[in-house]
């Protein structure tokens, strides 16, 4: 069984940061790429960033040059640091992690950000 858990979600001032870590925990043989997803209410769940085992990033538009993505391998762990957020930022993200071709997703964990 794999779990992944969310943390460091909470409500920010618009133009501050937070940092999101995503632990992993299991059976876990080894974990391929890894990735960050936002909903926001009355929309669909988005791509906010992927990372892959080999430390490659990938960025949606909207976050580039605010958000950093990072994992730590020997923790089976993930990041978000998310800088200068805005309003349009506030959802619930979410962790996903690709683990021997099966897909997992953490519970979520909200960000709001105040104007």
């Known amino acids: 069984q794999v779990q992944l858990v969310e943390s460091g979600g909470g409500l920010v001032q618009a133009g501050g940061s937070l940092r999101l870590s995503c632990a992993a925990s299991g059976r876990i043989l080894g974990i391929g790429a890894m990735g960050w997803y936002r909903q926001a209410p009355g929309k669909q769940r988005e791509l906010v960033a992927t990372?892959?085992?080999?430390?490659?990033?990938n960025y949606a538009d909207s976050v580039k040059g605010r958000f950093t993505i990072s994992r730590d391998n020997a923790k089976n762990t993930m990041y978000l640091q998310m800088n200068s957020l805005k309003p349009e930022d506030t959802a619930v993200y979410y962790c996903n992690a690709n683990i021997i071709g099966i897909a997992y997703w953490g519970q979520g964990t909200q960000v709001t950000v105040s104007s």
């Open positions: 990372v892959t085992s080999g430390g490659r990033t």
